[in-house]
């Protein structure tokens, strides 16, 4: 008998030591987050346990179903069940050891991460299986969120700089073993800032993204969509062709633009853009090459007045590099004093008496004798980064201080007339530093007289009226140069207050030889008169053009004829002939 309490004592110790460590396993399996299931696969059916926090998992008690496969694959999206049976079902089936996948739930969405394991004996039979299951959710959004950063443009949705890049390089070298093409296109809204500036930056950004979302939609197998800036894209088409091709997304895009954008507060705006397309191969030898090329047609675009389209011309590419040579040059030239002024005369028409002189500027050469390049090219360089306000100051001052020279040595009246860029009027200081510029060398304002062109008026009318007339005021003259080319309208003639009219070069030649451009041309002259401005001609170069002028009574000659253009040494060798 005792024996027999004994043994059973024994049993009951150790059935509650199994049953003590299995809850100690089941409660670990619990806290660990992660679901198991052991399949005892030596019965038949094979029996099936389910450990861990089924039920917080599943949102109900799991336990109380009795498990088949069915259950377990329902509670996955549909198009994951498959990929679930073949990596964790069938295992055994395939003779595998294990297995993984991702898969999701089919009520809360939740990612799952699926390991399998299963275990043989020695004739290689299944003997069981345990599958865990992960709760991976959060690295999956985080890593998801992570992509979408890596990838697109937050704002709009499109591709971001970096990757729209790399899906370019890839297009590109699928183009060659394809030995096709792709085109980008660069498409910029014209004006942005202005926008920006009048709806602020908030609505602008708005702008950008409806902009951006219209765009997106010819994202597909052979059309990338990117983001380069605040208001940038790009579009990259594969082996263009027919229907696809930048040009057609350019008039898609145009048809579009035609109605306004609609915005949250219920702005309506329209706008244009401009664009500008390279090929690829065509355009450059690399993606990156072919990408800085339609970025520079873009500017092309811009510059040709926006609101159009320009493909790549190896010539755009030439002057683009050529002018940012220049541009590196001038700004060596500014620091050395590299510039040098001539000087040509003008003279009366009546009586041949000199009026004065032009002031021009020159750009020697250092290492030879000729010039590196003509105003012509160079000051529109220097108007576009700024350079011309340092340079104009130079001219101003030199001038002013040769004049000074001149008087003292020479004491001939004359008017110097110095060029004078939209760009440096347009300056808060511009009337100071005339002023400052005549006091430094005790110049008396009548004798400087400052040609302007039309350009000037283009952007601020009545600033640029109020500060011509201050000038005046002060006593200074001012001339407007290059008449006839710009828009020349007579009613704001009227409004302009000047001194003197040149009239530009390119008339007087037809003007002699062509009755009816020479009667345009003495209407100018009459005209002129009648509104009180002096006027002189421009660019005369034959003693007939001279005779002519002459005739018909214009004020003031200047040209190769009378004189070129020449270097304060030779002019002041001029001003001897003149003396008394
Ligand atoms: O001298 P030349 O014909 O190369 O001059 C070409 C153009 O450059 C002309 O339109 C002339 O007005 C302009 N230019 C010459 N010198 C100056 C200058 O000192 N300042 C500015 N703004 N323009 C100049
Ligand atoms: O645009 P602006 O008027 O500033 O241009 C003046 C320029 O015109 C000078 O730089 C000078 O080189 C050029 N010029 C002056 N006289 C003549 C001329 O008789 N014929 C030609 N072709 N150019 C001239
Ligand atoms: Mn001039």
């Not at 009226?465 to 006839?484: A, E, H, N």
Request: glycine share 6%; charged share 30%.
């Amino acid at each position: 008998m005792d024996d027999l309490k004994y043994q059973v004592d024994l049993l009951t110790a150790l059935n509650e030591r199994l049953m003590k460590s299995e809850k100690m396993y089941r409660r670990i399996a619990e806290c660990s987050g992660t679901l198991f299931m052991y399949f005892d696969l030596k019965s038949s059916p094979a029996k099936v346990d389910l450990v861990g926090p089924w039920d917080d998992m599943v949102g109900e008690k799991i336990a109380n179903h009795p498990y088949d496969e069915s259950y377990m694959l329902n509670l996955l999206l549909d198009e994951d069940q498959d990929e679930f049976r073949i990596h964790m079902l069938e295992l055994e089936r395939e003779g595998l050891e294990s297995g993984s996948c991702e898969v999701r739930s089919r009520n809360k969405r939740y990612w799952l991460s699926c390991f399998a394991k299963v275990t043989y004996d020695d004739e290689h039979r299944p003997i069981e299986k345990i599958i865990s299951i992960k709760d991976i959710t959060k690295i999956k959004m985080n890593s998801e969120e992570l992509e979408y950063l890596a990838f697109y443009d937050s704002l709009t949705g499109v591709y971001n700089r970096n990757y729209f890049v790399r899906k370019f390089r890839d297009m590109c070298e699928l183009a060659d073993s394809e030995e096709t093409s792709v085109e980008i296109m660069f498409v910029d809204i014209d004006d942005f800032k202005k926008i920006n500036d009048s709806i602020g930056l908030l609505f602008g950004d708005e702008l950008v993204q409806e902009f951006g979302q219209y765009l997106k939609d010819f994202n597909s197998d052979d059309i990338l969509v990117g983001r380069f800036g605040s208001d940038v894209f790009v579009i990259a088409v594969y082996n263009p062709c027919g229907q696809r091709s930048a040009d057609v997304v350019y008039r898609k895009i145009k048809e579009r633009l035609r109605h306004p954008f609609v915005l949250t507060n219920k702005t309506e705006l329209m706008f244009t853009v401009s664009c500008g397309v390279a090929e690829y191969p065509d355009a450059g030898r690399t993606a990156l090459e072919v990408i800085k090329n339609a970025e520079i047609v873009l500017y092309k675009a811009k510059e040709r007045g926006k609101n159009g389209i320009q493909y790549f011309e190896l010539e755009i590419l030439n002057k683009f590099i050529n002018n940012i040579s220049v541009e590196k040059q001038l700004k060596e030239a500014i620091e050395t004093n590299g510039f040098q002024l001539y000087y040509q005369p003008q003279y009366y028409a009546s009586d041949g008496k000199l009026r004065g002189a032009e002031v021009l500027l020159r750009w020697p050469d250092p290492e030879g004798d000729g010039f590196i390049t003509s105003p012509d090219e160079f000051i529109p360089i220097a108007e576009k980064n700024g350079a011309i306000v340092p340079i104009g100051n130079f001219v101003l001052k030199e001038a002013l201080k040769t004049f000074n020279d001149w008087r003292t040595k020479y004491h001939i009246p004359m008017i110097l007339s110095v060029n004078i860029s939209a760009v440096s009027l347009e300056k808060e200081n511009f009337v100071d530093t005339v002023s400052h510029a005549l006091s430094l060398y005790g110049v008396s304002p009548e004798v400087l007289e400052l040609e302007i062109t039309e350009s000037v008026f283009i952007n601020n009318f009545e600033d640029v009226i109020d500060k011509i007339k201050t000038l005046r005021g002060l006593g200074i003259r001012v001339s407007l140069d290059d008449f006839g080319t710009g828009f020349s309208s007579l009613s704001y003639l009227r409004q302009i207050p000047i001194d003197t009219i040149k009239i530009d070069r390119s008339f007087i030649e037809t003007a002699v030889k062509d009755d009816s451009s020479g009667i345009i041309y003495e209407s100018v002259i009459e005209m002129s008169k009648k509104l009180g401005f002096e006027t002189v001609a421009e660019g005369v170069e034959t003693r007939e053009q001279f005779n002519y002028l002459r005739e018909k009574k214009i004020d003031i000659i200047q040209g190769f004829l009378l004189g070129r253009p020449i270097s304060k040494v030779e002019f002041e060798k001029l001003l001897i002939r003149q003396m008394p």
